[in-house]
């Protein structure tokens, strides 16, 4: 079964860092480009970051750029989400996604076709 | 930035067709891919560019997209249909970026 794990959220102060996890499992994880999406809380969704399978391509939204790093280790089927600078507005649930198509490459207009459950940031002092 | 635009709600009997519309810029040039989210769960994907079904997605899931509006439409809708429903699309003015509607309420009356 296909499936995405996310782990690493929890309460953090503005300004701070925190590390998410995704660990895959039931596909061939580097032949998949990855994203991660958030939700702030009853609000909808927001693309955050992509990144190709091999992991030397990477994409971010403006509002995380400069302070997100997303990664990727194919040895051990896990994609991270590496979150500096901590702000109010960073508060969400953040999904990790799979491409639908496993070319490598982050094509931009590939859908999501599996999603994590889902971790919680919440950003508050 | 390109902007996608959803009605926030939408309400139907069951057994009737629910049409839920997303608006955008010449958004039938664009390959649309719709989800499905339910309280407290991650998004489902339920049509990818414009008309394709992930398998396991009931064939009562359709979708199509011209000009200005891609349209999801639920056919013999149940009360499990019952979700939020987001459009998505690459922003093709940005560096790989991708944008998604405001979501639709669709409520099983």
Redesign the interface.
Known sequence: EVQLLESGGGLVQPGGSLRLSCAASGFTFSSYAM?W?RQAPGK????VS?ISGSGGST?Y?DSVKGRFTISRDNSKNTLYLQMNSLRAEDTAVY?CAKD?AGKGV?V??D???I????TMVTVSS | SYVLTQPPSVSVAPGQTARITCGGNNIGS??V?W?Q?KPG?????VV??DSDR?SGIPERFSGSNSGNTATLTISRVEAGDEADY?C???D?SS?????????TKLTVL
């Not at chain 1, 999603?115 to 889902?118: C, E, V, Y």
């Not at chain 2, 560096?95 to 979501?103: K, L, P, S, T, Y």
Request: cysteine-free; aromatic content about 20%.
């Open positions: 994203s999406v909808g969704l927001e693309w992509a994409y939204a999904y639908r982050v931009a207009d859908a999501f076709d999603w994590g459950q889902g | 664009k390959s891919h989800y989210q769960q991650a998004p489902v994907l990818y560019d992930p987001y998505q699309v690459w093709s560096d790989h970026r991708r944008v998604f509607g405001g979501g």
